[in-house]
């Protein structure tokens, strides 16, 4: 069955369960039924009402006490790059991006993992595992883009984003944590900026920001930047 304006969804929530961002909370996650095949309308609308895609999952934070994790995107003709974007952009003009539809299993996971290790060695996604990295990387939708990041030859870092009807989404991104002065996380999302500009379209999503949480910091470092507010979005 195809996705239609007048479809009735079918969604689940969780029970309790750990929150990944704050420390002796339990969260609460809706997520649709994953028998419903989703096209890039659906998850367009889905992405537009602070939905997020998690390999083959799409979700959203439900919990009962706490309204913490926003949805952020980023207008994109509106951004400017400030000096800090400017300084990294030039630093990583070194870089060959290639792009495709599909992602290898072994030099790929072999850079996740390290930066798994590195960088979330205290989180639920450590130790990073094949199964993992299929179920949350490789398992993507016919809209995935893999963009690859190559320094004299070797893999450096690699982005996932989606397609959306209005707008690109940026799903994830791991990188070699030795080169962490190149701030490869940020180029990624300046490239990212770039490609849905050079596309026509209005809007790059970044998933959710949290305050006071420093793991998402970088994301209120790019303005304007718009959040999902009560239904809403709205510009800071």
């Known amino acids: 069955m195809r996705y239609t304006p007048s479809s009735t969804l079918r969604l689940f929530r969780t029970g309790p369960h750990p929150c990944s961002y704050k420390q002796a ?8 039924d994953p028998a419903l095949p989703v096209d890039r309308l659906l998850h367009s609308r889905l992405t537009e009402i602070g939905f997020r895609r998690s390999g083959g999952h799409l979700y959203r934070p439900d919990c009962e006490s706490c309204r913490a994790c926003i949805a952020v995107r980023i207008p994109v003709d509106d951004f400017r790059m400030r000096r800090r974007h400017k300084r990294i952009w030039s630093a990583n003009r070194d870089l060959v991006a290639v792009e ?12 996740y993992r390290r930066y798994i290790a590195a960088r979330h060695g205290d989180g639920d996604m450590h130790p990073a595992t094949r199964e993992q990295f299929h179920a949350f990387i490789r398992t993507a939708t016919p809209d995935t883009l893999f963009v690859k990041y190559f320094l004299d030859g070797k893999l450096t870092a690699v982005s996932v984003t989606d397609l959306l009807a209005h707008g690109l989404s940026a799903v994830y991104s791991w990188y070699d944590p030795d080169l962490s002065r190149r701030s490869l996380g940020t180029y990624s999302i300046i490239r990212q900026i770039r490609q849905a ?16 949480c420093p793991k998402m910091d970088y994301k209120q470092n790019f303005r304007p930047l718009e959040l999902l507010l009560d239904g809403k979005w709205e510009r800071i």
């Open 197 to 212: 500009s050079s596309a026509g379209l209005p809007y790059l999503f970044l998933g959710y920001w949290i305050k006071d």
């Open 100 to 111: 495709d539809n599909k992602i290898d299993e072994n030099e790929s996971f072999a850079l």
């Open 25 to 32: 909370r339990r969260a609460n996650t809706v997520f649709l």
